[in-house]
C-alpha cells in the first residue's frame, strides 16, 4: 500500500514537473525580461539603498538609478549594434583571410610530419564555419536587448517594491521570515560578487585587446563580461571569437598571446579571487553546472544560457536555508566546500 502511494507522488511530482517546464518554454517571452529584471534589481538595490542612506529621497534615488540603467543600456546598445555593423561589412574579408591563415597552418602541419587529407582538414577547420559561429555569438548576444525598454521599467517597479517587501512577507507568513531573510541576503552577496568581478574580467580582457590593438576590444569584453556567469567553459566560449578576429586581422603569434591572455585572467578572477571573497560554499558541480546549462538553454534559448548558473545557485541557496532540503543542495555542490 505504501509502495503504491509514493509511486502515486512520484508520478504526480514528475507531471507537474512536466506541466511547468511546458509553462515555461510557452511563456518565455514573458519570462525572460522579468527573470533579467529580477536580476538586475537584486544587483542594484544596494546602490538604491546607499543613496537612500545618504539622506536622498526615494523618488530621486530612483530616478538615478533608472539614469544609470538607461544610460548602460544605451551603451550596450551602441557597441553591439556598430560592432555588428561592422563586421557584417567587413565578413567576406576576414572570411578570405582566414582562409589563408588555414591553408598556411595545413602546410606548417605537413612541414612538422602531420599528414591529414584535405578534406579532413577541411572538416575540422571551416572558414565560413568559424565565421558563422562568430556572427552566431555576435547576433546571439543582441537578442539580450530585445526586451530592453520592458526590462528597466520592470526593474524600476522592482526597486520600488523592495523596501515594503519584507514587511509583506512578514504579514504573510512570520515563521518563514528568517529563511527568507537569509535566502534574499545569500543571493544578493552572490549576484553583487559575481557582476563586480565579471566586470573585472570583462575590463581586463578589453584592455588586454586594445593594447594588442585587436578590432571590437569593446565587445569582445562585453562578451567576457556577460559569459562570466557561466563557470568552467563561459571564459572558453568568450574566447573563441576573439581568437578568431586576432588570427584573422593579427596572426597566429598575437592569437596565441589572446588564447594565453584569456587562461591568465580567468585563472587570476575565477580561481584565484572569486573563491577568497565570494566563498566555495556556492560552488556548483561540473556536472551541475553543464546540466543546468542545457537545461536552461532548451526553456529560455541564450538568455537562459545566461542566466542558467544564477538560477541554479539561487535553487541552491533556497534549498540550503531549509533542513529537509538541504542534502539537495550537498549533491548540487562542487565538493570543495563539505567533506
Do not use: C
Not at 555593423?85 to 589563408?100: C, D, Q, T, V
Not at 564555419?129 to 530585445?146: C, E, I, K, N, P
Not at 515563521?175 to 549576484?191: E, Q, R, S
Not at 556567469?229 to 597566429?252: D, E, H, K, R, T
Request: net charge neutral.
Amino acid at each position: 500500500m505504501n509502495s503504491n502511494i509514493t509511486l502515486f507522488k512520484s508520478i504526480v511530482v514528475s507531471a507537474s514537473i512536466m506541466i511547468i517546464v511546458a509553462g515555461l518554454i510557452a511563456a518565455k517571452s514573458i519570462i525572460i525580461p522579468l527573470l533579467l529584471a529580477a536580476f538586475i534589481a537584486i544587483i542594484t538595490a544596494p546602490l538604491l539603498f546607499w543613496l537612500q542612506a545618504k539622506g536622498i529621497g526615494k523618488t530621486v534615488s530612483l530616478f538615478i538609478v533608472f539614469l544609470i540603467l538607461g544610460l548602460v543600456l544605451y551603451s550596450i546598445s551602441f557597441v553591439i549594434g556598430s560592432s555588428i555593423g561592422s563586421f557584417s561589412k567587413e565578413l567576406p574579408l576576414y572570411e578570405a583571410r582566414l582562409s589563408i591563415q588555414l591553408k598556411d597552418l595545413f602546410h606548417t602541419l605537413e612541414s612538422l610530419g602531420i599528414t591529414l587529407s584535405s578534406d579532413s582538414f577541411q572538416s575540422l577547420f571551416s572558414s565560413s564555419r568559424l565565421m558563422q559561429m562568430t556572427t552566431a555569438v555576435f547576433q546571439g548576444f543582441s537578442s539580450l536587448l530585445t526586451h530592453g525598454m520592458m526590462t528597466l521599467f520592470l526593474v524600476i517597479f522592482m526597486l520600488l517594491e523592495a523596501s515594503a517587501l519584507p514587511n509583506k512577507m512578514r504579514a504573510i507568513h512570520i515563521d518563514m521570515m528568517d529563511h527568507i531573510g537569509k535566502f534574499l541576503a545569500n543571493v544578493k552577496h552572490y549576484m553583487v560578487l559575481k557582476t563586480l568581478f565579471s566586470l573585472i574580467t570583462g575590463l581586463l580582457v578589453s584592455v588586454m585587446l586594445w593594447t594588442l590593438g585587436v578590432h571590437y576590444a569593446l565587445l569582445f569584453g562585453l562578451i567576457a563580461f556577460l559569459l562570466n556567469f557561466i563557470p568552467n567553459i563561459g571564459s572558453i566560449i568568450a574566447a573563441i571569437p576573439a581568437i578568431i578576429i586576432a588570427l584573422i586581422q593579427l596572426g597566429s603569434t598575437t592569437a596565441l598571446i589572446v588564447a594565453i591572455g584569456f587562461v591568465v585572467i580567468n585563472i587570476l578572477i575565477g580561481s584565484v579571487i572569486e573563491p577568497k571573497y565570494m566563498g566555495e560554499g556556492l560552488g556548483l558541480s561540473t556536472l551541475v553546472v553543464f546540466i543546468s546549462l542545457i537545461f536552461w538553454g532548451w526553456v529560455l534559448g541564450p538568455v537562459g544560457m545566461l542566466l542558467s548558473i544564477p538560477l541554479t545557485v539561487m535553487l541552491k541557496i533556497a534549498l540550503e536555508t531549509q533542513e529537509q532540503t538541504r542534502w539537495i543542495a550537498t549533491l548540487l555542490d562542487s565538493g570543495s566546500a563539505r567533506d
